[in-house]
């Protein structure tokens, strides 16, 4: 099966950075779009940004400027820089893929299991 894996939340004060990971792993024929997502204590999930398979990017207004979204495509693995660290970014983080999968030929999307960023004023 595919699988996401997410490494590299914790606890930073503000103004700080982290560095979010996620390897998916696998089944997998070809990685179309990555994606960060987060969700904070009582709001709905929202998209963080995007990258696609060629590189484009795309983000919220809010982390413009401070967060910048990578891919390795040799490594099936989609980063999350986060410099600039405020109080409002703390949430659980989520990458999501859209993956196809060779054992059907069929593309889907799959999360991660998110990682908690808090982040202290």
């Known amino acids: 099966q595919v699988q996401l894996v997410e490494s590299g939340g914790g606890l930073v004060q503000a103004g700080g950075s982290l560095r979010l990971s996620c390897a998916a792993s696998g089944s997998i024929l070809s990685i179309n779009g990555m994606g960060w997502y987060r969700q904070a204590p009582g709001k709905q999930r929202e998209l963080v940004a995007t990258?696609?398979?060629?590189?484009?990017?795309n983000y919220i207004d809010s982390v413009k400027g401070r967060f910048t979204i990578s891919r390795d495509n040799a490594k099936n693995t989609v980063y999350l820089q986060m410099n600039s660290l405020k109080p409002e970014d703390t949430a659980v983080y989520y990458c999501?893929?859209?993956?196809?999968?060779?054992?059907?030929?069929?593309?889907?999307?799959?999360w991660g299991q998110g990682t908690q960023v808090t982040v202290s004023s």
């Open positions: 999501n893929a859209q993956i196809t999968d060779y054992r059907y030929y069929s593309s889907g999307g799959y």
């Open positions: 990258i696609t398979s060629g590189g484009n990017t």
